[in-house]
């Protein structure tokens, strides 16, 4: 029979290790119950409003105030880190009185010194270099060497600063107004009317904190494209979705344009659509050209930054995502979800940029980007260098006889194979974006500089470039299978 006087020790010791794990317990579950409600406080308060923002709050400074996690991340935007096919690298430089800045991006036209041929006469054949972060797009443009060989209007501006207040101002409360006061100035004019590069207020109303589009070429560019669709009056701040509009914020200026008329107003050419033909045509019924290539005669176009025309055309727009869902992908902050405004390349954050969607190693994404890179690259060496044999043939044909016909025919051709071999250039993805899509670009501009070339010797082309695209692009008609 056992001893119950025996037995209390025993049971004294299975007795303290189970009320301290009993403690422990609970205490972790009150640690756990305090955690989600400090979360769930967190999720309700998603910034402490330290100060007013206004509608005149254009200091970025100001916002990171209410806003420190994503005004960190935006500073960080002076990060120079080059990628296999874009950003930079940091190149030093002897500060001078007209440009004091001390580093500058890589020269593109040193890397590529075709580029200067493709350009001749264009102030662009002067100065081009590797893109930087937001940080320096107002100061980039303020001392490139563009701006001592041309006279830039105050339209520049448009996609170089923080612009919604000075519009405002300069409109007296009306952006377009604003808008069109500004174009016009020389642009040492219009700089004096800004401060800063982009800022939060460009893209976020500083009420509700919603997204918003201030840049005028946007707001009228995206009207025209909708009612080319058949939809009036598209208001793009209260008839966009939210998803759309964290591609349309992007969108706002990364894209292609010309300065239309002696107002020097910004147009995006989007009137028949976003497609490179469509803005080709587009520019062909208006008579637009940039200037007059220096060796041809011929005039010609100058592609810009066509990210949203291209992204368009791709596989990542037809399934929804958006440029910010890749550029500026959410991150944890506690219990908030913020967007990171970081503003890079996904290949320097493929783990949130591309693994939130895509289930496999980091080494595979970013060997399926640089294997479409690769081969955009080297079509886009190919349409150049038959673009360059297409100007030299124009070059000596004008030496020969510069009021000939065919010369003229060849120098439509060119007008089409440049702005084609340059939308691809130009556009900041090597590809990426859309790929079939750079590709079929680039092989429509190497055939436009094979007929123009053709043109040369009395061959019979079709008159118009875009004509010569459509027939490329015609499916044969299909015929009875015999009996």
């Given at each position: ?65 209410n806003f420190p996690q994503q005004y960190d991340s935006y500073r960080r935007t002076v990060d120079m880190v080059y990628t296999r096919y874009g950003g930079s690298e940091a190149t030093p430089r002897t500060p001078t009185a007209t440009d004091p800045r001390a580093v ?12 200067r041929e493709m350009w001749a006469g264009y102030a662009f054949a002067q100065d081009f270099r590797e893109e930087r972060g937001h940080a320096y797009m107002l100061d980039d443009q303020v001392f490139t060497e563009r701006q001592q060989v041309a006279k830039q209007p105050g339209t520049c501006l448009h996609c170089h600063a923080s612009m919604y207040v ?318």
């Open positions: 029979m056992t001893d119950p006087v025996r037995s209390r020790p025993s049971r004294a010791r299975w007795l303290l290790p189970i009320v301290l794990a009993s403690a422990l317990g609970a205490v972790a579950i009150a640690a756990l119950l305090t955690n989600i409600f400090e979360r769930q406080q967190e999720a309700r308060n998603p910034f402490y409003r330290v100060v007013t923002l206004t509608d005149t709050t254009s200091d970025p400074a100001e916002w990171g105030k500058v991006a890589q020269s593109r036209l040193d890397e590529d010194p075709r580029l000075p519009y405002m101002r300069a409109g007296n409360g009306d952006l377009i107004r604003g808008f069109e006061t500004l174009n016009p100035m020389p642009y040492a004019e219009a700089r004096t009317h800004v401060q800063h590069p982009v800022a939060c207020i460009d893209c976020h109303d500083p009420e509700s904190m919603q997204l918003r589009v201030t840049r005028p070429g946007f707001l009228e560019g995206i009207r025209a494209l909708k009612a080319s669709e058949g939809v009036e009056g598209y208001d793009v701040n209260t008839m966009a979705t939210r998803q759309e509009m964290r591609t349309f914020v992007c969108g706002q200026c990364h894209v292609e344009y010309y300065f239309k008329g002696t107002e020097k107003r910004l147009t995006y050419p989007w009137h028949r659509g976003l497609k490179v033909d469509s803005m080709l045509a587009y520019y062909e019924e208006d008579g637009h050209a940039d200037w007059t290539h220096a060796r041809s005669g011929a005039r010609v176009l100058k592609a810009q930054h066509p990210e949203f025309e291209m992204y368009s055309q791709g596989i990542h727009a037809r399934s929804g995502v958006a440029c910010a869902d890749c550029h500026m992908p959410y991150e944890r902050s506690g219990a908030l979800k913020i967007s990171d405004h970081h503003v890079r390349s996904p290949l320097l954050n493929i783990n949130r940029a591309c693994q939130t969607c895509h289930k496999m190693s980091e080494q595979e994404l970013l060997d399926r980007v640089v294997t479409i890179q690769d081969r955009t690259f080297e079509m886009r060496n190919i349409a150049i260098d038959a673009l360059l044999d297409l100007v030299r043939g124009i070059e000596a044909a004008r030496a020969r006889d510069s009021a000939s016909p065919l010369v003229a025919k060849a120098q439509r051709y060119q007008k089409a194979a440049q702005f084609y071999a340059d939308f691809v250039e130009a556009e900041n993805s090597m590809g990426f974006h859309a790929d079939q899509e750079a590709v079929r670009i680039l092989g429509n501009s190497v055939n436009f500089s094979r007929l123009g070339l053709a043109a040369l010797q009395g061959a019979a082309v079709p008159d118009a470039p875009l004509d010569a695209a459509a027939s490329s692009a015609r499916r044969p008609a299909r015929t009875a299978a015999a009996p």
